[in-house]
């Protein structure tokens, strides 16, 4: 089997594997007052100071550890969401870990706003800016969509927003971001950051939380004091370790010419959802009048496995985010493609073969 879905996760490397079950070995409580306990309490720390400075992270700033990025999303959510005499300001193309819980306090009457997409997948400045006033405490902005690749340019954004109202809170969720783009939180200037390791080569349960100032921030899990009191549970010493382990190991890759190679063999119809300010380890292509999930399967059938759209949302009946971007005829024919380094480009121009092929088949089928 060929994958071709690695922004759905990916395969863990060897070196994070190993660190990983090496420091099983470490097992004791970091909490714990004996030596041994204290010896991995001080890891986790030098860890953290290594994330802070690979992220380029303020002064004052800190990251915790959480069991995923949902966790760290909705820990967010949970901080900045309080009043309801205030404004809540989304991009529509949010990961589900964000958009379902901001559903959720739009419907229990909080202002939440959702701003619509450009075509080319990023949010819509002039309409998000339109938005931004006194009365606004939160802007929550996806760094990289998970659906399409498409990168919105943090930087500028935050600091118009910034601009306007310098008590905004502004997050991003860099799950997508981390790895592909070089990520320096000083410049981006946001008050919160969500990484997660699975998507990185990384194990999977393990993501970290940057948070601008901490002695704002109220633990979304309580009922201990680890993690400098912002987040309980016992830590997931193994996790962190192997996850530090992957982001050392982080190369930005060009794949470009994968991509290519891919889109030259296709001559049916679709729309190129990924096109320019996108990442390029990411390729959302809708095909006209064709089901996404019936090309996935007949892929699978071939030895390559492709995804649909993000697979946290693999059962909802219509793509919510692409529905901002193509019209209907396209919408239910999504498929996408996302690239690890194991991939070669032979093994993209025979995937866009048999991409092509298949659809072909299933137009000729329905006919
Ligand atoms: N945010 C984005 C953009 C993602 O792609 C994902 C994973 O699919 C998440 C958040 C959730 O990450 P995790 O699986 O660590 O909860």
Do not use: W
């Amino acid at each position: 089997m060929k994958y071709f879905d690695n922004s759905a996760t990916t395969k863990i490397s060897e070196k994070s594997l190993a660190s990983y079950i090496n420091a099983t070995e470490q097992y004791f409580n970091p909490s714990s007052l004996y030596q041994p306990s204290s010896h991995t309490k001080s890891i986790i720390e030098t860890i953290r100071e290594y994330f802070l400075k690979f992220l380029h992270a303020d002064k004052n700033s800190t990251i915790i550890f959480t069991g995923c990025a949902t966790e760290g999303n909705n820990s967010v959510l949970s901080n900045c969401i309080i009043r309801k005499d205030k404004k809540y300001i989304f991009s529509a193309g949010e990961h589900s870990s964000i958009y379902v819980p901001a559903k959720k306090f739009l419907e229990a009457g909080f202002n939440v706003i959702f701003v619509p997409l450009k075509e080319n997948g990023s949010i819509d400045e002039e309409k998000l800016l339109q938005e931004i006033d006194d009365n606004v405490a939160f802007v929550s902005i996806i760094h990289v969509s998970n659906e399409t690749g498409a990168i919105n340019d943090i930087e500028t954004l935050t600091k118009k927003i910034k601009a306007i109202n310098p008590n905004i809170l502004v997050h991003s969720d860099g799950v997508q971001a981390l790895g592909k783009l070089d990520i320096n939180l000083k410049h981006l200037g946001v008050d919160f950051y969500t990484i997660s390791a699975h998507k990185i080569n990384g194990p999977k349960g393990i993501g970290a939380l940057y948070i601008a100032h901490p002695n704002k921030f109220k633990p979304f899990l309580i009922g201990g004091e680890q993690e400098m009191s912002l987040r309980a549970g016992t830590e997931n010493f193994p996790a962190i370790v192997a996850f530090k382990t992957a982001l050392s190991d982080l190369k930005i890759h060009d794949y470009s010419k994968h991509k290519q190679a891919i889109l030259n063999e296709l001559k049916v119809d679709f729309v190129l959802v990924s096109q320019n300010e996108c990442v390029d380890n990411i390729i959302s292509l809708c095909f006209k009048n064709v089901r996404g999930e019936t090309i996935l399967h007949m892929l699978e059938a071939k030895g390559y496995l492709i995804g649909t759209g993000s697979s946290c949302n693999s059962k909802a009946k219509f793509n919510r985010v692409l529905a901002n971007i193509v019209s209907n005829e396209y919408l239910s024919g999504a498929v996408r493609i996302s690239f690890g380094s194991e991939i070669t480009i032979d093994d993209c121009t025979k995937l866009g073969i048999e991409l092509n092929n298949a659809v072909t088949e299933y137009i000729k089928r329905i006919k």
